[in-house]
T-cell receptor, first 115, second 109 residues
Framework: DAGVIQSPRHEVTEMGQEVTLRCKPI?????LFWYRQTMMRGLELLIY????????DSGMPEDRFSAKMPNASFSTLKIQPSEPRDSAVYFC?????????????FGPGTRLTVL | DAKTTQPPSMDCAEGRAANLPCNHS???????VYWYRQIHSQGPQYIIH???NNETNEMASLIITEDRKSSTLILPHATLRDTAVYYC??????????FGSGTRLLVRP
């Protein structure tokens, strides 16, 4: 299995622009997670999907952030408009929920720089 | 989720065992102890998890004290590639992994 795939790996944009990050979970996994990592705040969970349905978006910082999962093999995290403080590494992870313990497998991340 | 406490940094010599401690004195009965690591610029990587019993896999061993208030991750023969930040997390049957600051392990040649 190729593991969790994220694109792009690096994104540089200017303040005010729309940014879309993409994630393909591991085939057969039915849970998907978006995390953000910064030096100041560490790794934070932004949103969690189960069977393509958003279950908990309490970590989404504000209305500028939105996430979708139109099918079991694809998810997007969108920032509109982007701001310099959104600069971070964004990780996607997937797991096969329904097991007693849900091991999450992480993608390589997207490094976002907002100028 | 229970809060975990880890030393900010440790080092060990290549080929020796690395023993990484974690305190989770407020852990509840249904919370598992998970260990992940993050090698520079990569996504976190699952290592091992356990509830009460000691566990071993191809990567590491996990020793959990009888009262479950602390645990130790053991890398039996550390290599330079094991240099990473190691996170100890207490997680219940829900999905939330709450990452703390972790322990930065440096394996010296």
């Amino acid at each position: 299995d190729a593991g969790v795939i994220q694109s792009p790996r690096h994104e540089v944009t200017e303040m005010g622009q729309e940014v879309t990050l993409r994630c393909k979970p591991i085939s057969g996994h039915n849970s998907l997670f978006w995390y953000r990592q910064t030096m100041m705040r560490g790794l934070e969970l932004l949103i969690y999907f189960n069977n393509n349905v958003p279950i908990d978006d309490s970590g989404m910082p504000e209305d500028r952030f939105s996430a979708k999962m139109p099918n079991a093999s694809f998810s997007t995290l969108k920032i509109q408009p982007s701001e310099p403080r959104d600069s971070a590494v964004y990780f996607c992870a997937s797991s096969s929920s329904g097991e007693t313990t849900d091991t999450q497998y992480f993608g390589p991340g997207t490094r976002l720089t907002v100028l | 989720d229970a809060k975990t406490t880890q030393p900010p940094s440790m080092d060990c010599a290549e080929g020796r065992a690395a023993n990484l401690p974690c305190n989770h004195s407020t852990i509840s009965g249904n919370e598992y102890v998970y260990w992940y690591r993050q090698i520079h610029s990569q996504g976190p990587q699952y290592i091992i998890h356990g509830l009460k019993n000691n566990e071993t896999n191809e990567m590491a061993s996990l020793i959990i004290t009888e009262d479950r208030k602390s645990s130790t991750l053991i890398l039996p023969h550390a290599t330079l590639r094991d240099t990473a930040v190691y996170y100890c997390i207490a997680m219940d049957s829900s999905y939330k992994l709450i990452f703390g600051s972790g322990t930065r392990l440096l394996v010296r040649p």
